[in-house]
């Protein structure tokens, strides 16, 4: 998992789309609203077999290289002051996902999967609400693994002839 191509596609949602998005589940200070936040549900859902491993040749080494394509889930959930702008807000990152962002994506060697559709998870706190609508995207990533093979031994002299 490639953390750092998940943090430049939530900047590039922001400069496409203008709506801020931070990570969730922390301890920093949420920004003024309106905001997105997003969190990694599921980092990683395990694709089918084991992956393709191959060997080549790179001077006088050998490797091996396992390559997989596993899925992941990322969940948005827009906050605002009032319904209509978290719905705003939740439908211009869908959007994004459906067809802005599909090229964005592509060149960083991922697919979208699917998008869910825009839900309330609006909230009912100690004596307000605190409006929110939100969706989830799952996407389809790439991991390659390289390793060295040990030298191996093409023919042994085991003597006399």
Sequence with gaps: MNLAIIKEVIARIKLDTG???VKGNT??????RP???????????????RGAVTQYKEGTSIFEKRTEQYKFTISFSFYAGNVETT????????????????GFIRDKNMAVVSVGNIQD???????????????????????????QLAETIETINIGGI
């Design 19 to 21: 709506v801020q998005i």
């Design 121 to 147: 998870r609006t909230t009912f706190l100690v004596d307000e609400y605190e409006y929110k609508h939100g969706f989830d995207v799952q996407l389809r990533a790439t991991s390659e693994q390289i390793r």
């Design 87 to 102: 719905i705003e807000s939740a439908y211009k990152v869908h959007q994004w996902f459906l067809f802005l962002g599909q």
């Design 27 to 32: 301890i920093a200070p949420q920004p003024a």
């Design 35 to 49: 905001f997105g936040i997003y969190n990694l549900t599921s980092p990683y859902i395990k694709g089918r077999g």
